[in-house]
């Protein structure tokens, strides 16, 4: 056979072979791995929330927290500093506890103090929330922890640049009895308890608008009865020698809780009577009062 056509048999013989071996080849490779694009990273949240312009309020009203803000500062009432006697004095009468003794001497450097209770529609502005079992806007904020009052006053100080805080038991006190105009009544305000306060017998078992009773010789609302008001110190036995610008007792678990509430009867709501509660307890007759050392 001429060498040429064994050559040519050769071919086609071995064409079928190369073709299945093409075809293994192809069937038994790898598929390209297929690369998804990767999801783009969520933005990491700002440790400092920006403010909300407007809030809806349980009661259904929009809430502006610049207005709450401005509002807010145009209440704040000065406190020129002074020494009083803190703890049970004479007009605090048979009804004092052991707890407000001995009475002892404080001297306080000026500060600012807010006429009113926290509203609810400061609170909802600031926190986008209103924790209050009874809803109103110009309603006492209730309902908030110690530890809530600190997570709003530090949300608070973010949004107005000022240090906003809780008044020492001393400050309350001092402010509750009408610093140097003080004229020496049992209750903040007067020695007739339904002058300026709500209180058991005729609150009606809830909170009642802020600024609705007479106010003190400081023009301070609210002292006396609503809701008690949450205060920086920790809640612990009086010691009698002279102190300034105390900051309370340390070792002590509670906090102090200053003038009473809706619930109490009249010996509950006197300026020098004190409570303790627990950081993290808060209820329908707990709410605050801010201050501020400079303005």
């Given amino acids: 056979m001429p060498t040429k056509h064994i050559i040519l048999t050769l071919l086609i013989m071995l064409c079928p072979i190369g073709m299945a071996a093409q075809s293994t080849i192809t069937r038994h490779k790898p598929k390209p791995a297929v690369t998804k694009p990767k999801p783009a990273a969520k933005p990491k949240a700002k440790h400092k929330p920006a403010p909300r312009r407007n809030s809806t309020s349980h009661s259904g009203s929009t809430v502006s927290l610049s207005a709450e803000l401005n509002k807010l500062i145009n209440n704040m009432v ?9 703890g049970a004095t004479s007009e605090q009468g048979s009804e004092a506890y052991d707890n407000e003794k001995p009475t002892h001497s404080v001297t306080l450097s000026s500060y600012y103090i807010c006429k009113y209770e926290v509203t609810q529609a400061l609170w909802q502005a600031v926190m986008g929330s209103n924790p209050s079992y009874f809803e109103g806007d110009n309603l006492p904020v209730e309902n908030v922890s110690w530890n809530d009052c600190q997570t709003f006053i530090k949300r608070l100080n973010s949004y107005t640049g000022r240090n906003f805080r809780l008044p020492t038991e001393a400050e309350w006190e001092f402010a509750a009895r009408g610093g140097n105009y003080s004229r020496h009544y049992k209750y903040s ?23 609705t009773k007479r106010a003190n010789e400081l ?16 809640y612990g ?4 020698y002279s102190q300034t610008d105390p900051l309370g007792p340390n070792g002590w678990s509670d906090r102090v809780l200053r003038g009473g509430c809706w619930n109490d009867r009249t010996g509950d709501c006197r300026s020098s009577n004190r409570y303790g509660g ?6 329908s007759d707990s709410g605050l009062r801010l201050i501020l050392s400079h303005l």
């Fill in 189 to 211: 305000g007067s020695n007739y308890i339904g002058d300026v306060a709500w209180y058991t017998d005729n609150s009606g078992s809830r909170t009642h608008s802020v600024g």
């Fill in 278 to 283: 627990t950081p993290d307890d808060g209820g």
């Fill in 237 to 240: 036995p009086y010691d009698s």
């Fill in 219 to 234: 023009g301070l609302y609210d002292m006396s009865g609503n809701v008690f008001e949450w205060c920086s110190d920790q």
């Fill in 78 to 86: 000065y406190v020129s500093g002074g020494t009083f006697t803190m």
